[in-house]
């Protein structure tokens, strides 16, 4: 009798780093959208941050 195991692998899209940075960028952004440019300009980073983390395992996975 055989059983069958796979091999279970971390979802890149569940990465919490990637949820959270996204979410403080975004919630960031729209509290401090008057406090001026360089604020909202901090906060887009921290927004991009995120998104740049989560295609990263795709890009990984497609030139590999």
């Known amino acids: 009798m055989s059983t ?3 091999t ?3 979802d890149p899209w ?3 780093k990637t949820s959270n940075s ?4 975004f919630i960031g952004a729209g509290f401090t959208v008057n406090s001026g440019f360089v604020v ?5 980073c921290v ?3 995120g998104c740049g983390l989560m295609y990263s ?3 990984c996975r497609l030139s590999a």
């Open 14 to 16: 569940a990465d919490p």
């Open 40 to 44: 909202l300009t901090l906060f887009a």
């Open 8 to 10: 279970v692998t971390a």
């Open 22 to 25: 996204m979410a403080i960028g």
């Open 4 to 6: 069958n195991t796979a």
């Open 57 to 59: 395992p795709v890009v």
């Open 47 to 49: 927004f991009y941050t």
